[in-house]
Nanobody, 123 residues
């Protein structure tokens, strides 16, 4: 079965960096667009970034543009989210998701989800 496993979350001070990883298995990884989403307490899940199956195209939420970078390694079935200049408002559970099609910012169009990893940014 398809599994997405996130790692790399943790506690970091404002201005710091973290790199999230997502390991995918049970799917033809290079056929899937991948996305990162996040959910803060009391808020709805929101789009963060997405990358096309070959990595040629990436899109970001306005709130993270210029600070976060999504990338993938199809040889390793991995997708990453490099997060720099972190802010307290970036605190959330971060999820990776897979979609067998083109990139989209809409969470309900992703078929597979990981369990999430907590990112906490202190001020």
């Amino acid at each position: 079965q398809v599994q997405l496993v996130e790692s790399g979350g943790g506690l970091v001070q404002a201005g710091g960096s973290l790199r999230l990883s997502c390991a995918a298995s049970g799917l033809t990884f290079e056929s899937y667009a991948m996305g990162w989403f996040r959910q803060a307490p009391g808020k709805e899940r929101e789009f963060v970034a997405t990358i096309s199956w070959r990595g040629a195209t990436a899109y970001y939420a306005d709130s993270v543009q210029g600070r976060f970078t999504i990338s993938r390694d199809n040889a390793k079935n991995m997708v990453y989210l490099q997060m720099n200049s972190l802010k307290p408002e970036d605190t959330a559970v971060y999820y990776c998701a897979a979609r067998r099609s083109t990139t989209t910012v809409e969470a309900n169009k992703y078929a597979y989800w990981g369990q999430g990893t907590q990112v906490t940014v202190s001020s």
